[in-house]
């Protein structure tokens, strides 16, 4: 199994940054898909998931209506589009996949069995 996150960098507060994650060796398409976040010196947190069912997608209060998850089936990739970011984005993101989660436990985190390596994204003027 390969998780490989990507598209992290610098970017001024109220941009945007789309990030990437690369899947392989396991039901991409079946899978619960979900992006991580820890901030320096905070525990790690879920800011986004997607149904494994049916690509319903789930937020954190601190991010929804400013991120979008989605999955390319195709491409074996999961991404999560940020927009109006913040200072308080600022972490380390991860992606993590699931084929055997149940719906209530999407926004988990932490349960997750498979992780990618963490892409940086930094929100500062």
């Known amino acids: 199994v390969q998780l490989q996150a990507s598209g992290g960098g610098l970017v001024q507060p109220g941009g945007s940054l789309r990030l990437a994650c690369a899947a392989a060796?396991?039901?991409?398409?079946?899978?619960?898909m979900s992006w991580v976040r820890q901030a320096p010196g905070k525990a790690r947190e879920a800011v986004s998931c997607l149904s494994a069912h049916d690509d319903t997608s789930y937020y954190s209060d601190a991010v929804k209506g400013r991120f979008t998850i989605s999955r390319d089936g195709a491409k074996n990739t999961a991404y999560l589009q940020m927009t109006s970011l913040k200072p308080e984005d600022t972490a380390v993101y991860y992606c993590a996949a699931d084929r055997w989660l149940i719906l209530q436990r999407c926004m988990s985190g932490d349960e997750y069995a498979y992780w990618g390596q963490g892409t940086h994204v930094t929100v500062s003027s």
């Open positions: 060796g396991f039901s991409f398409s079946k899978s619960y």
